[in-house]
């Protein structure tokens, strides 16, 4: 075995050796047990670099289990759950759930690595908590509509009765009818393995109509959090019973929460009815700062010990806390017109057709612009429907009547958005 080895250029003086060898190195010299400090670096987690360069967040163990014990209050999992692992474990989302679940001794899967895969996992390990982010939780939510409307006029009504029943019963505090889960949702479930009893959504904003959509299709609890890399994850989430979607709850118990006046925005703390600003953070889950980068540091974290997270949020009746607006992802249009994209990316995310969206815009023009990608899988079942033939994705894409239809799908999620404002 060590002859299959690969070697490394002497001046790498990096010596590579199995597995097997390693452990019998470690029995032939036992070390005593030498647990960390909570003061102890327990990671540098990189940022994603969304507004810049990567940053490396300094993390010590007494942040992530300052975390994991605030969380631990509100959210309780068991023995008996199992959870399966797909995101990043490069991210802090999923390091963050991964300590929190080890805490409650839960089971944990891990999926093959092939995202093409993940349903079949999901149907094998039959998880009891999934967590993920809006962009696959937008895809369900549009396969199911999909798969709904194309089953034909009768079960399309018995889908629609069911649903707004059992909405009825949920949003009055209600349990809803069970005959619906036999009649219709149990079908739903079993897609994710049917047992999945606990959903989480973070690392952007989803939508307040598909948090209700999950919620009523699946069952159980469905929450969504708020929080970033140098809060060690999560700074809020939604409490359990709290059936108000459209907020990411309340404060996580690890940390304290401030709205700070943003005057250049018009966002102040005497704004009626909500007071809002730009969202600060205190307590033991902030980081120690960014890795050999003490002026990116000083720029987030004041002398109070404050993070200032760039983001504008409000207050809600009952503590609860709503992202409303990014402090520094905006610009301005030639006519003066504050945008902010990620807004505008959110909304369009509903589109069926739509995989992502990205809108750009500059201070010279006084129009934007998007970039789109289509749902491959969508689209083409889509064209199988309108006979429209095809030899490529490329030529799919210029068709004129394929054009149509998802410009006509964006034009109305758009005004029935701007609607809702």
């Given at each position: ?14 010596q ?10 470690g ?134 009765a ?35 009893r ?69 966002y ?18 902030l ?17 109070d ?87 490529d ?10 054009r ?18």
């Open positions: 075995m060590d002859n299959e080895l690969p070697s490394l250029p002497p001046s790498t003086d990096i590579i050796v199995t597995y097997a060898k390693l452990l019998s190195e029995r032939g010299n036992p070390q005593p047990f030498s647990p960390p400090n909570p003061n102890d670096v327990a990671t540098i987690c990189y940022t994603s670099g969304t507004t810049g360069t990567p940053k490396g967040v300094v993390l010590t163990h007494g942040n992530l289990i300052a975390n994991a014990a605030g969380c631990s209050i509100a959210t309780k999992f068991y023995p008996s759950d199992i959870y399966i692992s797909y995101l990043p474990l490069a991210h802090i989302y999923e390091r963050g759930y991964q300590v929190l679940l080890a805490y409650f001794g839960v089971a944990v899967g891990f999926y093959q690595g092939d995202n093409m895969e993940l349903m079949n996992d999901l149907v094998a390990l039959r998880p009891t908590i999934f967590c993920s982010v809006p962009r696959l939780y937008n895809r369900i939510y549009a396969g199911i509509l999909s798969a709904v409307k194309s089953s034909g006029p009768l079960k399309e009504r018995l889908f629609n069911a649903y707004n029943s059992k909405r009825q019963a949920i949003m009055n505090g209600n349990n809803p009818s069970p005959l619906w889960d036999k009649l219709v949702f149990n079908k739903i479930k079993a897609k994710l393995g049917g047992r999945v606990f959903f989480s959504s973070g690392a952007s904003p989803l939508s307040p109509d598909i948090l209700d959509f999950l919620k009523i299709c699946f069952g159980g609890r469905v929450l969504e959090g708020y929080g970033m890399t140098e809060s060690s994850c999560v700074i809020s989430m939604m409490d359990e019973g709290d059936n108000l979607s459209g907020h990411v709850g309340s404060p996580n118990p690890a940390c304290e929460i401030k709205l700070v006046d943003v005057p250049e925005m018009n102040t703390s005497d704004d009626e009815p909500h007071p809002r600003g730009e969202i600060c953070v205190r307590g033991p889950i980081f120690q700062g960014y890795y050999k980068d003490e002026v990116h540091t000083k720029e987030v974290l004041d002398e010990g404050w993070l200032h997270t760039g983001d504008i949020g409000l207050w809600l009746p009952g503590g609860r806390l709503k992202i409303i607006d990014r402090k520094k992802n905006i610009f301005k249009l030639a006519q003066g017109e504050y945008i902010s994209p990620e807004k505008i990316e959110n909304v369009y995310a509903k589109c069926r057709f739509i995989s992502q969206c990205f809108i750009y815009g500059d201070s010279l023009n006084s129009s934007l612009v998007a970039i789109v990608s289509v749902d491959q899988d969508v689209l083409k079942t889509w064209a199988a429907t309108e006979g429209i033939k095809y030899k994705l490329e030529q799919l894409c210029n068709d004129r009547t394929a149509a239809a998802v410009l006509s799908d964006m034009d109305a999620i758009g005004r029935e958005a701007q609607a809702m404002l």
